[in-house]
């Protein structure tokens, strides 16, 4: 069964940084696509950033040039660095992994940034 955990949310000041985990069970994320998405209330949810099948990373919207995606193959396990934030950037974020056509969701981890 496959199961995504996320953690590493919480409360922050405007201009300062989180790490957000999520850790994988049932399934590696070795040449599958993986994504951080965010969504805040009454708001579709939408991709932040990803890592595709094929290895190469993507950032949408606000995160480029302050979120950064990653990988660690031995843990298992996708992060999401974020600095520099702004109380925009508060939502849900969540991890989404697809394997063989099925989507996989975690339960998400809650980021406020207080101005």
Known sequence: ???????????????????????????TFSRKYIGWYRQVP???????AEITSGGSTNYWGAAK?????????????????MNSLKP???????CRLIVSGRTYWG???QV????
Request: with cysteine; charged share 15%; aromatic share 6%.
């Open 65 to 81: 040039g302050r979120f950064t995606i990653s990988g660690d193959n031995a843990k298992n396990t996708v992060y999401l660095q």
């Open 107 to 109: 339960q998400g981890t």
């Open 112 to 115: 406020t940034v207080s101005s």
């Open 1 to 27: 069964q496959v199961q995504l955990v996320e953690s590493g949310g919480g409360l922050v000041q405007t201009g300062g940084s989180l790490r957000l985990s999520c850790a994988l069970s049932g399934s």
């Open 88 to 94: 925009e950037d508060t939502a849900v974020y969540y």
């Open 42 to 48: 009454g708001n579709q949810r939408d991709v932040v």
